[in-house]
């Protein structure tokens, strides 16, 4: 009974902390977005021009990425470890702002890449990030590097300037 209960636990606090993301006009998913924008403008601005320079709004990428927790763009287990993560934040708010930090470490995991493609090859990138090969040493890595930005970033609105690169840093 006992399973149960955690289970259900789990899922309430899960849901109310993205409640807004499923209504009408998602503003929690809106919202999201626009932080990682900010964020990746402030963490790379090269990526982020790049990104703009080729017409590509993050809407057009980001929207599934805050909308499915980015279960689309890694295997269950790798799903399992991140969410794990998001449940445990002790502010209670894992899946809602600590998942933009791992949406910016993510972007910029492949920021040198996608500074070389043009549109078509960028769109196509962002539809399906190459990481069918990714297990737990690269989820681990991932959410270092996350941890990282929001400790440098996390309720400091300019106390970095907006073209500092702290792309691929070593956490």
Same mark, same amino acid.
């Given at each position: 009974?006992?399973?149960?209960?955690?289970?259900?636990?789990?899922?309430?606090?899960?849901?109310? %902390?993205?409640?807004?993301?499923?209504?009408?006009?998602?503003?929690?998913?809106?919202?999201?977005?626009?932080?990682?924008?900010?964020?990746?403008?402030?963490?790379?601005?090269?990526?982020?021009?790049? *990104?703009?320079?080729? %017409?590509?709004?993050?809407?057009?990428?980001?929207?599934?990425?805050?909308?499915?927790?980015?279960?689309?763009?890694?295997?269950?287990?790798?799903?399992?470890?991140?969410?794990?993560?998001? *449940?445990?934040?002790?502010?209670?708010?894992?899946?809602?702002?600590?998942?933009?930090?791992?949406?910016?470490?993510?972007?910029?995991?492949?920021?040198?890449?996608?500074?070389?493609?043009?549109?078509?090859?960028?769109?196509?990138?962002?539809?399906?990030?190459?990481?069918?090969?990714?297990?737990?040493?690269?989820?681990?890595?991932?959410?270092?590097?996350?941890?990282?930005?929001?400790?440098?970033?996390?309720?400091?609105?300019?106390?970095?300037?907006?073209?500092?690169?702290?792309?691929?840093?070593?956490?």
């Amino acid at each position: 009974m006992q399973v149960e209960a955690d289970v259900y636990w789990c899922l309430t606090n899960i849901l109310a %902390g993205i409640q807004d993301h499923y209504t009408e006009d998602q503003p929690g998913v809106q919202r999201m977005v626009m932080r990682l924008e900010e964020l990746v403008n402030r963490i790379d601005g090269d990526l982020y021009n790049h *990104i703009h320079s080729v %017409g590509i709004q993050f809407m057009q990428f980001a929207f599934k990425w805050m909308n499915c927790l980015l279960l689309r763009e890694f295997n269950l287990r790798c799903v399992v470890r991140l969410w794990d993560t998001y *449940i445990s934040e002790e502010s209670g708010n894992g899946f809602e702002d600590f998942h933009v930090y791992v949406c910016a470490a993510f972007l910029s995991q492949f920021s040198s890449q996608l500074q070389e493609m043009d549109f078509d090859e960028l769109f196509q990138f962002m539809q399906q990030v190459p990481t069918d090969d990714w297990g737990e040493t690269e989820i681990e890595m991932l959410l270092s590097h996350a941890y990282v930005l929001r400790s440098l970033f996390e309720g400091s609105d300019a106390h970095l300037t907006s073209n500092s690169n702290l792309n691929n840093s070593n956490a």
